[in-house]
């Protein structure tokens, strides 16, 4: 393979990889690990398939419609994509953006500069420093890619590998059994909490137009590309989630279980590598943080400019996006996570169907398939989310037989409560649109 093609394929592989590994990222494995103990193997390949392979997957579906973030909702509805794209900015704006901020300083900043943390003041003053960080980065999209690439991101590995080292050559000590139940099933749904498989959805369009401006534009190279930069961006992410899920693993008989997330981390590496552990560790999150915010808020505002027919300029986008980021993260991260599980148990149902769709779409055999497939898992997700917002405390709906109906459902209890529904509608989206002598697909925009 040329040279140029593999510095270009390490490259955006490594930009995939900062931008999946956000601040979520970061602080639930080793909150997976102490729940799972000696179990922290079974709890590792839950979280790999939906927290790394569905994510990876995202970018490969997009790829196979044609690398655009609109052609792979087309085949649902013409005006799916909007709406998908509103759930997801909501999703994006009013929790993985200001979580982001928030952790970036309470972990990353304070972790550094444990001073700074007792002030409010030091807390808004680096908050808006983020922030102002993130629109300078923005600004340019053309070059957001390659700046996450080339000069943010090989800090950023080099400090989570060293964690990960530290946390096998120096264990706190054995994992033990914690007698928790299902630990696959609970790191798969904590995986959900990462938000990448709706990420990789709508982003993956950006990466896809990096490799098409270096001058791949044949579908061939282009798919190689690709695939080889997942990959690369697969393996990074396996090495980090393995090591952070294994050092909470070896915490489990010290650390208790519903430990707070950042103080369970900062524990955990303080045992493991002391002070200087800390400071490697909240440079890491601050960088995390900040990739994936830059690279949420030049896709956002870019896919706000394009829907909007460019009405509303992609500048100001950046600037709006960064400014309700730092108003909602002034309130603190504690504050915005409680209400995010509900709104990714809404979205992921749908996200992950459409993944699979986009990656087997040569053996799709109409757009009923899709429809059908849709349709169900977005009533799975309806229902998860109403049930979150009851377990939560937040909602008081009485379900009655819709719950025992759910609880029939196979697989519901492993976190796949989506699938045989879906499954279902496939099929009979796909009758129905043959039965009335439908075309295979609409037609998809050109590469």
């Given at each position: 393979?040329?040279?140029?093609?593999?510095?270009?394929?390490?490259?955006?592989?490594?930009?995939?990889?900062?931008?999946?590994?956000?601040?979520?990222?970061?602080?639930?494995?080793?909150?997976?690990?102490?729940?799972?103990?000696?179990?922290?193997?079974?709890?590792?390949?839950?979280?790999?398939?939906?927290?790394?392979?569905?994510?990876?997957?995202?970018?490969?579906?997009?790829?196979?419609?044609?690398?655009?973030?609109?052609?792979?909702?087309l085949p649902v509805a013409p005006w799916f994509a909007g709406v998908y794209m509103i759930f997801f900015a909501i999703f994006i704006l009013t929790c993985?953006?200001?979580?982001?901020?928030?952790?970036?300083?309470?972990?990353?900043?304070?972790?550094?500069?444990?001073?700074?943390?007792?002030?409010?003041?030091?807390?808004?003053?680096?908050?808006?420093?983020?922030?102002?960080?993130?629109?300078?980065?923005?600004?340019?999209?053309?070059?957001?890619?390659?700046?996450?690439?080339?000069?943010?991101?090989?800090?950023?590995?080099?400090?989570?590998?060293?964690?990960?080292?530290?946390?096998?050559?120096?264990?706190?000590?054995?994992?033990?059994?914690?007698?928790?139940?299902?630990?696959?099933?609970?790191?798969?749904?904590?995986?959900?909490?990462?938000?990448?498989?709706?990420?990789?959805?709508?982003?993956?369009?950006?990466?896809?137009?990096?490799?098409?401006?270096?001058?791949?534009?044949?579908?061939?190279?282009?798919?190689?590309?690709?695939?080889?930069?997942?990959?690369?961006?697969?393996?990074?992410?396996?090495?980090?989630?393995?090591?952070?899920?294994?050092?909470?693993?070896?915490?489990?008989?010290?650390?208790?279980?519903?430990?707070?997330?950042?103080?369970?981390?900062?524990?955990?590496?303080?045992?493991?590598?002391?002070?200087?552990?800390?400071?490697?560790?909240?440079?890491?999150?601050?960088?995390?943080?900040?990739?994936?915010?830059?690279?949420?808020?030049?896709?956002?505002?870019?896919?706000?400019?394009?829907?909007?027919?460019?009405?509303?300029?992609?500048?100001?986008?950046?600037?709006?996006?960064?400014?309700?980021?730092?108003?909602?993260?002034?309130?603190?991260?504690?504050?915005?996570?409680?209400?995010?599980?509900?709104?990714?148990?809404?979205?992921?149902?749908?996200?992950?169907?459409?993944?699979?769709?986009?990656?087997?779409?040569?053996?799709?055999?109409?757009?009923?398939?899709w429809k059908g497939a849709v349709i169900m898992s977005a009533v799975i997700g309806i229902y998860e989310m109403f049930d979150a917002l009851n377990k939560?405390?937040?909602?008081?709906?009485?379900?009655?037989?819709?719950?025992?109906?759910?609880?029939?459902?196979?697989?519901?209890?492993?976190?796949?409560?989506?699938?045989?529904?879906?499954?279902?509608?496939?099929?009979?989206?796909?009758?129905?649109?043959?039965?009335?002598?439908?075309?295979?697909?609409?037609?998809?925009?050109?590469?």
């Amino acid at each position: 393979m040329d040279r140029k093609i593999i510095i270009n394929i390490f490259i955006i592989g490594f930009a995939m990889f900062a931008i999946f590994f956000g601040a979520g990222n970061i602080v639930f494995p080793p909150d997976i690990g102490i729940m799972s103990g000696n179990k922290w193997f079974q709890a590792s390949l839950g979280l790999s398939l939906s927290a790394i392979i569905l994510p990876a997957a995202t970018i490969i579906a997009v790829d196979n419609m044609g690398g655009r973030f609109k052609n792979i909702c087309l085949p649902v509805a013409p005006w799916f994509a909007g709406v998908y794209m509103i759930f997801f900015a909501i999703f994006i704006l009013t929790c993985a953006i200001p979580r982001q901020g928030g952790v970036s300083v309470e972990t990353g900043v304070f972790g550094v500069v444990p001073s700074l943390g007792e002030s409010y003041v030091s807390f808004i003053t680096a908050l808006f420093i983020y922030f102002f960080i993130v629109a300078c980065l923005t600004i340019n999209p053309s070059s957001i890619v390659d700046i996450i690439g080339k000069v943010l991101t090989p800090f950023l590995i080099a400090t989570l590998f060293f964690i990960v080292i530290e946390s096998f050559l120096n264990p706190i000590a054995q994992p033990v059994d914690t007698g928790m139940e299902g630990v696959f099933t609970y790191a798969f749904l904590q995986g959900y909490q990462t938000g990448d498989v709706a990420v990789g959805i709508v982003i993956a369009e950006t990466f896809i137009n990096s490799i098409k401006e270096k001058g791949y534009r044949g579908i061939g190279v282009r798919k190689k590309i690709t695939l080889s930069a997942s990959f690369i961006a697969s393996v990074g992410l396996f090495i980090v989630y393995g090591g952070l899920l294994y050092l909470g693993a070896t915490g489990s008989s010290v650390f208790e279980a519903g430990t707070d997330h950042t103080a369970l981390l900062s524990g955990l590496v303080n045992t493991v590598a002391g002070r200087a552990g800390n400071i490697a560790v909240g440079i890491g999150v601050f960088i995390a943080c900040l990739t994936t915010t830059a690279g949420l808020v030049s896709t956002i505002a870019a896919l706000t400019f394009e829907l909007t027919g460019g009405k509303i300029k992609y500048r100001f986008c950046v600037l709006s996006f960064c400014v309700l980021g730092f108003a909602i993260g002034s309130a603190g991260v504690s504050k915005i996570i409680t209400y995010t599980y509900p709104i990714f148990a809404l979205i992921y149902p749908t996200s992950i169907v459409i993944t699979l769709l986009g990656c087997f779409k040569r053996f799709i055999p109409n757009h009923g398939a899709w429809k059908g497939a849709v349709i169900m898992s977005a009533v799975i997700g309806i229902y998860e989310m109403f049930d979150a917002l009851n377990k939560s405390g937040v909602t008081r709906f009485d379900f009655g037989i819709i719950e025992n109906i759910y609880n029939m459902i196979p697989f519901w209890d492993y976190g796949f409560a989506w699938a045989v529904p879906s499954a279902i509608g496939f099929i009979i989206g796909a009758a129905v649109v043959k039965f009335l002598g439908g075309k295979p697909y609409p037609m998809l925009e050109e590469e």
